[in-house]
């Protein structure tokens, strides 16, 4: 069937056909099409909408992205025609009944998501069908060499390549703004790319987003690292290993991270960049995507097999995780916090142990310290300044500001400070509820929401002393976060009262109640 072109202004992929159209093709919204560019013989297939109203019998409205690939115009005639449905969503079918996938199946899957042949909706049905079924060691390295055979890779002339990933899920996890200076700080190259936030508030590529530009090409995170010998930058506008962005962006609603597609998110884009050496944070705790030790155990085994079969040495660090890492949860907190400590500041002293550590791993993974001894160089190069010096390297070869200090990082204008109802002690933080208040006060996307932790576990409260301060960019926002927070109640603060159980009902007095009789 030939129709006239009428582009619309809408920011994805997609076509419009007028119901009447439609049925006479014989397709239902959800199905594709193949549209050909009859002046240039190139093709696209593409889901279809229907409408009744917003085009006429006779005319295909065509969304900005697919426009990109045909390049089309307004008015022009294209050929329209059913497309047959993409094999890989019988491959995702067969995840489903929990059937293994073979190597094949699993690239083919991963093709179709780059290519968008898959909608979001096939995209999350495999993520689920993963979530529910899981993917043994085979499907994980299928998946992970998928995701990188499908982009860009970076080949370094000089090593080793050091690269560092944590697995997400404790809230406040900022240590690559500590460990990627560091490193560049020992001579060494680390092409760090980070994902936004997938269980959180701020992803590693959220908080750099508050100092820099985020978005590079392969090549550009190339010479930058050459040049100042570290990046933090978004690995979802590289196309370094593009399906794990467009597969993390259907995780993010949920807030799941199954293990298997983690694992080769984390490994592709190791990989990917070129990695030697790796070293990988899994925090533990009752909150986190990780309940137990062995089962921190179980998935460091399962890292370095990966890094195995790919040729790339992993060692991972289980950590602590019941609670924040330092105070500041959400963007501009979290970088504050960080370039504190680059800065000179000595506190939070977790997050500068837990920074020096996994940094000490990779400085020994990589020869530059004894095993051991890595800690104590890391500490150093932190202490000396040597590490900010980088990081100001880094801010502005991505294009930022070098001269930012913590005290200029803007935080949200609209804060309130929630206060102890009673004396006692702080005696556990909720990390799924802090990152929900986070995520309603507006983290990630604005980057100046958050939360900052005043009072951790074990401190000593008296009645109206601050527990924590809420920061938000809009006040519908702040207040929005502040009811959510009076439910959730993140900041358990107990003394010898456990509870108190309100009585709400109306309350007359004996008298009046029994018409006057006592
Ligand atoms: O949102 P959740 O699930 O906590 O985890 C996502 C964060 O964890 C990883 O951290 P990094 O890049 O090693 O700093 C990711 O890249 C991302 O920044
Ligand atoms: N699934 C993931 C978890 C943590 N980081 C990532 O890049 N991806």
């Known amino acids: ?50 409408t009744s109203t917003l085009i006429k019998q006779g005319k295909l409205g065509i969304y900005h992205q697919s426009n990109e690939q045909l390049q089309v115009k307004d008015g022009e005639s294209v050929e329209v025609r059913v497309s047959d449905r993409p094999v890989s969503l019988d491959y995702i ?77 404790v809230p406040g996890n900022k240590i690559t703004f500590l460990v990627v200076p560091i490193i560049a700080a020992a001579g060494l190259l680390i092409p760090k790319t980070s994902s936004r936030a997938i269980t959180g508030a701020g992803g590693s590529a959220d908080l750099m987003e508050v100092l820099a530009p985020v978005e590079f090409s ?14 933090i930058v978004w ?28 694992i080769a998110s984390v490994m592709a884009k190791k990989f990917a960049v070129g990695a030697d050496v790796v070293a990988i944070d899994i925090p533990v705790g009752k909150n986190c995507k990780v309940h137990s030790i062995p089962e921190g155990r179980k998935l460091a085994q399962s890292f370095i097999e990966i890094g195995d079969r790919l040729g790339m040495r992993v060692e991972c660090a289980l950590t602590y995780g019941d609670a924040p890492v330092g105070r500041a949860i959400g963007p501009a907190l979290e970088v504050k916090e960080a370039l504190a400590i680059l800065e000179g500041s000595e506190s939070p002293n977790s997050l500068i142990e837990k920074s020096t550590e996994i940094a000490g791993i990779a400085l020994e993974l990589a020869g530059k310290a004894n095993r051991g ?70 983290a990630p996307n604005d980057h100046g ?34 009811e959510t927070a009076r439910t959730l109640r993140p900041v ?17 007095p004996s008298k009046q109640r029994n018409n006057g009789v006592e």
């Open 492 to 508: 358990i603060v107990e003394g010898m009262l456990m509870d108190r159980v309100p009585n709400q009902r109306e309350w007359l």
């Open 93 to 169: 079918r067969k995840k489903m009944e929990g059937e293994r996938l073979s190597r094949e199946e699993i690239k083919m899957i991963v093709t179709d998501i780059v290519h968008d042949n898959l909608s979001p909706s096939e995209i999350t049905a495999f993520v689920i069908c993963s979530y529910i079924n899981n993917l043994d060691i085979d499907e994980i390295e299928s998946l992970t060499r998928s995701m990188v055979e499908t982009g860009d890779r970076l080949e370094f002339h000089t090593g080793p390549i050091v690269d560092k990933h944590s697995i997400g899920g």
């Open 449 to 482: 929401a958050g939360l900052y932790i005043h009072a951790k576990p074990g401190t000593r409260l008296k009645r109206g002393d601050p527990i924590f301060t809420l920061y938000a960019e809009r006040k519908w926002r702040l207040e929005k976060a502040l």
């Open 218 to 231: 392969a090549a550009e995170v190339q010479q930058m690292t050459q040049k100042a010998g570290g990046v």
């Open 373 to 442: 001894e890595g800690s104590a160089l890391a500490l150093d190069l932190l202490k000396s300044g040597k590490a900010l010096k980088k990081m100001k390297d880094i801010i502005a070869i991505q294009g930022g500001n070098p001269e930012i200090t913590s005290d200029l990082v803007k935080l949200g204008e609209f804060f309130h400070i929630v206060k102890a109802e009673r004396d006692g002690y702080v005696v556990d933080l909720n990390n799924k509820s802090l990152i929900t208040i986070a995520r309603v006060a507006g």
């Open 1 to 50: 069937m030939k129709l006239a072109v009428r582009l619309v202004d809408i920011a994805a992929r997609g076509v419009l056909l007028h119901q009447q159209d439609a049925k006479t093709l014989g397709v239902f919204p959800g199905d594709r099409v193949v549209i050909t560019n009859l002046s240039t013989g190139f093709s696209i297939a593409d889901y279809v909408e229907t």
């Open 235 to 262: 690995g979802g506008a590289t196309n370094i290993a593009p399906a794990d962005d467009k597969i993390i962006i259907q995780e993010y609603p949920f807030k799941i991270d199954q293990i298997g597609q983690m």
